[in-house]
């Protein structure tokens, strides 16, 4: 099968019927072969699907989204890979937006979230070469058909919508986003993306707790800056945070 739409993101698709990890598949290959950029892998089922953080990622047979897209973003900075991140997040609120009318949001950095369960996740690892992003692996986890979850606060799209889906669609219509988004990324329209970012933003302008590195704090979540760290006010004083150094406290 092949992706229809899509000028360069989804050219080349291929479909193993399981896998480790379809970022583990396409990060071998890019080290072992030529890959064009916009090349995809996806399976039905991943034995060591990987998170953000070391999680593990779980998914039922034949039932989610689990794809891998080849970028080869050398015109970025390394500085600016986040925003990677957000067009990803981006191009998956683009697709998950139209079924469910709304209601999808990021919870930064950049997970999908409906309804405060999250319901996508995104993996991104990259290759450097000198100073220049050689290629990144974007893995999206996206839960379609599957109806039951041991993990609490997570959802999927059948859940929330009370439909089947058809996974394929899906994926052809997430890569097409994706690629609208990263010709935007690559044009360095950077306010147009931190913009959309900062609409989608789960709670902002909320007060919220957070776990930071010397303890517990309170503060309302204000939007992220040029480096993709959180801006919060806490107590009226902005202060920005990394990807380690806060957490959220539901
Ligand atoms: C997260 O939210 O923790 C990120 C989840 C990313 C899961 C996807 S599924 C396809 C790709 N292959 C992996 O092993 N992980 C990503």
């Given at each position: ?5 899509p ?11 399981q ?19 916009g ?142 988004w ?9 306010e ?25 704090f309170?503060?309302?979540i ?29």
């Amino acid at each position: 099968k092949i992706f229809a739409k899509p000028l360069f993101l989804g050219k080349k698709v291929d479909f193993l019927p399981q896998c480790h990890s379809t970022n583990d598949e396409l990060l071998l290959l890019v080290k072992n072969s030529v890959v064009q950029e916009g090349s995809v892998i996806y399976t039905d089922h991943q034995l060591k699907g990987r998170g953000q953080r070391g999680n593990v990622w779980f998914d039922e047979l034949g039932k989610n989204v689990l794809m891998s897209i080849l970028l080869r973003p050398k015109f970025l900075s390394p500085t600016k890979q986040f925003y990677l991140n957000l067009i990803t997040g981006l191009a998956i609120v683009d697709v998950l937006g139209e079924v469910l009318e709304g209601k999808v949001e990021l919870k930064w950095p950049n997970d999908v979230y409906v309804n405060d369960r999250k319901i996508a996740g995104i993996l991104i690892e990259s290759n450097l070469r000198g100073t220049s992003l050689e290629s990144a692996v974007i893995g999206i986890g996206l839960n379609v058909n599957q109806s039951g979850f041991n993990m609490h606060g997570a959802t999927s799209l059948s859940l929330e919508s009370g439909k089947h889906h058809d996974r394929f669609k899906l994926m052809e219509l997430v890569v097409a986003q994706l690629e609208k988004w990263y010709l935007k990324l690559k044009g360095s329209n950077y306010e147009v993306i931190l913009e959309s970012y900062h609409d989608l933003l789960m709670w902002r302008g909320e007060l919220h707790a957070f776990k930071g590195v010397a303890g517990t704090f309170k503060g309302e979540i204000v939007g992220i800056n040029q480096h993709g760290n959180l801006a919060i006010n806490v107590d009226g004083k902005l202060q920005y945070f990394g990807l380690k150094e806060v957490e959220f406290i539901n």
